[in-house]
């Protein structure tokens, strides 16, 4: 298989909600909530990089949808990682998601790895680690 990664989908469980955060809240661009005329086919997209989005999707359409039956969400299932330019970056991106209504769970200190991070879970209680690591810094 060769990695084409250009949708992350996450599960939520109030669309409206998920965008507030996202949109509102993290600045995130989007076109808003589209396909709400098909039932289960509600969703948002928002840009993230050149080639990659992000998707919103309530967690009982993706059930549907797939046909695995819907569990109880755990934010330990995986880690979304925004990584940064600087340590400051890190503080700055993790008091931003703060305001925007995110629950600090790990706030930003120096890695045992010799980074500097820290974890936020948005409002359905995805983890996301906002991470400085001096071996990848991003392309801006």
Known sequence: MKPRITMITIGVDDLERALRFYRDG???KTEGIIGQEFGDGAIAFFDLQAGVKL?????RSIAHDSGRP???PSSTEFTLGHNVGS????DAVMAEAK???AEIVKPAQATFWGGYAGYFTDPDQHLWEVVWNPQFIPED
């Open 26 to 28: 993290l600045g995130l």
């Open 55 to 59: 998707a919103i999707w309530l967690r």
């Open 70 to 72: 819907l569990g109880n």
């Open 87 to 90: 340590k400051a970056e890190v």
């Open 99 to 101: 305001m925007a209504g």
